[in-house]
């Protein structure tokens, strides 16, 4: 079955602090990566996708992701974190077959950043 | 932000009666989805939908139903609610053709079943 998992469902940062969020999924063919941003109390909010060509992808607010074709990962990372990045992060999949187009996310992580 | 609005935002009822939620969008989009959002399981497609009266099942339909009457409207029903539906409810729309295209979500509803 295709799942998504998020090895770190809690992290707590200090501003300036780096961050790196792990993502794994397991699918066996071709799919589209996506990382989306819940503040606290609103909906998910797209932060970066990536579909095909250059592996690391730059998406708002200053982070980044790259897809690991043969680790089956797609890890966040940001450089520097600020207290406004404080939110729960999802992974999600779409594979490319899927004529649903629907998500497969990930449980979630949540960042506390620290003033 | 996309144009979608989901209603109620909030709603309490109780065990056993039937609930109706609503999703409404402005974009034209073909494709709708439902999603739960629980702790520790993220966000999981209860139903989803590819057109006007053409619907498909997610990985938890159990004790759902939904409808698509027109385009812009796709609704969420519990027939018979329990505790366990307890939940916050996304909707989201894609434009069709590709994959390429990401989910925009609503703001959610909040249901409490007691």
């Known amino acids: 079955a295709q799942s998504v998992s998020q090895h770190n469902h809690h992290v707590i940062l200090s501003e300036a602090a780096s961050l790196e969020l792990g993502c794994n999924y397991s699918y066996g063919g071709t799919v589209n990566l996506f990382w989306y941003v819940q503040y606290p109390g609103q909906h998910l909010q797209l932060l970066l996708k990536?579909?095909?060509?250059?592996?690391l992808v730059k998406g708002i607010k200053g982070f980044e992701a790259e897809f690991i074709k043969s680790k089956f990962s797609f890890n966040l990372r940001k450089p520097s974190v600020q207290w406004s990045d404080t939110a729960e992060y999802f992974c999600?999949?779409?594979?490319?077959?899927?004529?649903?187009?629907?998500?497969?996310f990930g449980s979630g992580t949540r960042l506390l950043v620290r003033p | 932000d996309a144009g979608i609005t989901q209603s109620p935002r909030h709603k309490v009822t109780e065990t056993g009666t039937p609930v109706t939620l609503r999703c409404h969008q402005t974009e034209n989009h073909r494709y709708m989805y439902w999603y739960r959002q629980d702790p520790g399981h993220g966000l999981r497609l209860i139903h989803y939908s590819y057109g006007v009266k053409d619907t498909d099942k997610g990985e938890v339909s159990d004790g759902y139903s939904v409808s698509r009457s027109k385009t812009e409207d796709f609704l969420l029903t519990l027939e018979s609610a329990t505790s366990s539906q307890t939940s916050v409810y996304f909707c989201a729309i894609s434009d069709m053709g590709t994959h390429t295209q990401p989910q925009h979500f609503g703001d959610g509803t909040r249901l409490s079943i007691l």
């Open positions: 999600a999949v779409m594979p490319q077959k899927d004529s649903s187009y629907k998500l497969i």
């Open positions: 990536y579909f095909s060509g250059d592996p």
